[in-house]
């Protein structure tokens, strides 16, 4: 069956339409179709390149699939020690280095681990020196601190120890539901939007029955992070029917061991709803039919300046000569 080209909505589709409008037109049409052996190769090498990850971003996916497993393991009355999932998680960031060192996915880039530091011959990854393996026991590091605060912190409590009943979504699914993960979807000014916290359990304060989302972070703090939680929010109010007072919606910073906490009133979210609805009109101002056409990519300029930040690890550095 074809995938029909559509327009949809995300606030990681909407950074990247801020941060770089080449990178966007590259995400989201250029690449469209190159899964198919049929399609253009400027469409198959696009395609090539925007399934390729970067080990920060394989550290974070593989700690969401450990924590994931914790969850689907806990609602099935079966638990699993920081230890093992520890291990889920290094031994897939592991494979999927080894995976990507091998180049299977020169054959198959949906389905086997492609790093761009591999791709673009990065001075990190050299394995004549020390430099990979220093590399390498940064994320290892980062995946024992978050898996550390996930077991420890006391604001994980309610989490870890929800019960099957509680439990609301894991990755946007029922728990235990494996092969379902990541496609809930919610719509929003008659768009597709996708909107999946990480975990979400009912519980009570005080007497007072609320929805606790978590959004599991392996970085930094950013600024879309809270508009991030309050998209969120909508997830929990279409889902759920809940009133967005009754939601408690939480950063949870695993490496650092922060976390942040809001509750959302109604103005505030007819304010993250304009913010939303402003940044998918304008995204749809550029919007095209990718499966009739390669659109115009100098309506997606690069970035100007050829030294920016946001070139250096970019996965279309070779399109973009830079
Ligand atoms: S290399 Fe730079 S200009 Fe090109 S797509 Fe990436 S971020 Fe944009």
């Known amino acids: 069956m074809a995938f029909a080209h559509e327009f949809s909505w995300s606030t990681s589709r909407a950074g990247t339409f801020a941060a770089c409008r080449r990178r966007y037109y590259?995400?989201?049409?250029?690449?469209?179709?190159?899964?198919?052996?049929?399609?253009?190769?400027?469409?198959?090498?696009?395609?090539?390149?925007?399934?390729m990850t970067r080990m920060p971003q394989l550290a974070g996916t593989v700690l969401h699939e450990a924590l994931a497993e914790y969850f689907d393991r806990h609602s099935e009355g079966q638990e699993m020690t920081a230890d093992e999932v520890l291990e889920l998680a290094c031994s897939a960031l592991?494979?999927?280095?080894?995976?990507?060192?091998?180049g299977a996915w020169r054959q198959r880039p949906a389905k086997y681990c492609h790093l761009a530091e591999h791709h673009y011959e990065e001075v990190c990854i050299d394995e004549s020196g020390s430099n990979a393996a220093e590399y390498g026991k940064l994320f290892?590091?980062?995946?024992?601190?978050s898996v550390d605060c996930f077991f420890s912190a006391p604001e994980m409590h309610a989490a870890r120890e929800a019960t099957a009943a509680e439990m609301l979504s894991?990755?946007?699914?029922p728990p235990g539901d494996r092969a379902n993960r990541g496609f809930a979807t919610i719509q929003m000014a008659e768009t597709k939007v996708f909107a999946i916290?990480?975990?979400?359990?009912?519980?009570?304060?005080?007497?007072?029955?609320?929805?606790?989302?978590?959004?599991?972070?392996?970085?930094?703090?950013?600024?879309?992070?809270?508009?991030q939680l309050g998209v969120y929010v909508f997830f929990a109010m279409e889902k759920w029917g809940a009133k967005p007072e009754d939601v408690l919606a939480v950063d949870a910073y695993l490496t650092r061991g922060e976390f942040k906490s809001l509750r959302f009133s109604s103005e505030r979210m007819a304010g993250i709803r304009d913010r939303l609805e402003g940044s998918l009109a304008e995204m749809r101002s550029l919007h095209f039919d990718a499966d009739e056409s390669m659109g115009d990519p100098e309506d997606f300029p690069l970035i100007a300046d050829s030294g920016a930040a946001e070139c250096t690890g970019c996965n279309y550095r070779e399109l973009c000569g830079r």
């Open 26 to 51: 590259h995400d989201y049409y250029s690449s469209w179709n190159g899964w198919s052996k049929e399609a253009a190769p400027e469409r198959q090498q696009a395609y090539m390149l925007k399934k």
């Open 94 to 102: 592991r494979e999927g280095y080894r995976e990507s060192r091998a």
């Open 140 to 145: 290892i590091e980062r995946l024992r601190r």
């Open 170 to 173: 894991v990755e946007g699914r």
């Open 197 to 227: 916290p990480d975990f979400a359990h009912r519980n009570s304060e005080q007497g007072q029955p609320q929805h606790v989302i978590y959004d599991w972070k392996t970085g930094n703090p950013r600024e879309q992070d809270e508009f």
